[in-house]
């Protein structure tokens, strides 16, 4: 155990240094605070004056984090292939799931920097609304709103893990993972946009990854919306490790 939390820092140091020096993770970084920031700044008034301007500022993170996501993940695997130096990634004496999850924890430290960049932003909501008309939407729900988010991301960030692993061409795997999850983000008014049943509205209503971020903003916790996004997440990285496995044999 002892030897795999090594080998695992060892990794995930590795990738860390590589993303931080990357011009893509500060380009993705100045994107996502741009685009969560400048509509909050321009329209700062409106949308901190009460708790649904809050909520539609914390319902844009998805739709940016589809585009930063798909960046930031697209070339975790194909530039190693590129370079030369998957083969000599594969042959390390390490487990495939620490391989996976080295790759997986980099991207998800860097989007929690992003997210934690955000918070002034909430900080300030006093400054662009009068006292008059102001309405904290209080600490719980900010905290469990950034909390669901992480998992959203982590869940998001897997997808893309996925996808890097499966194709060799970054472009195809951005693509693949931004086509992915924006349907995961919207895939809730699909049926009522082609007028379907009642059931599939529902059934799709449950499988948005938005929709489940819609109880946070009212400071809940919901262990369904906690599981929703951990179970995939689990998932799709077995099955990436499952594909790493694969290309070491």
């Not at 390390?92 to 991207?107: A, N």
């Not at 960030?157 to 993972?177: A, D, E, P, R, Y």
């Not at 009642?198 to 971020?213: D, K, Q």
């Amino acid at each position: 155990m002892k030897k795999s939390l090594i080998q695992f820092s060892s990794l995930l140091g590795k990738e860390l240094r590589h993303a931080f020096f990357s011009p893509i993770a500060f380009c993705s970084g100045l994107f996502f605070l741009f685009g969560i920031g400048i509509p909050f700044f321009l329209f700062g008034a409106n949308l901190s004056a009460s708790e649904s301007g809050f909520r539609q500022y914390i319902s844009r993170i998805p739709y940016i984090s589809a585009i930063v996501v798909s960046v930031l993940t697209m070339g975790l695997w194909s530039d190693e292939r590129k370079a030369g130096t998957e083969h000599i990634l594969l042959g390390l004496p390490v487990h495939d799931y620490i391989l996976v999850l080295g790759k997986f924890f980099s991207v998800l430290i860097i989007y929690l920097i992003m997210i934690l960049l955000t918070l002034p932003m909430i900080l300030l909501a006093p400054i662009f609304a009068s006292a008059q008309t102001y309405i904290s939407p209080g600490i719980g729900a900010v905290v469990s709103a950034y909390a669901f988010i992480l998992l959203f991301s982590g869940a998001s960030i897997s997808v893309g893990l996925f996808f890097s692993v499966l194709f060799s061409n970054s472009i195809v795997s951005f693509i693949l993972t931004i086509s992915s999850l924006l349907f995961l983000d919207t895939v809730q008014i699909l049926p009522q946009t082609f007028l379907l049943p009642e059931f599939v509205t529902l059934i799709a209503t449950r499988l948005s990854f938005a929709w489940h971020l819609e109880s946070a903003l009212r400071g809940v916790l919901d262990s369904r919306d906690i599981f929703f996004y951990l179970l995939p997440c689990i998932g799709v990285l077995y099955a990436t490790t499952i594909i790493v496995r694969n290309r070491r044999v």
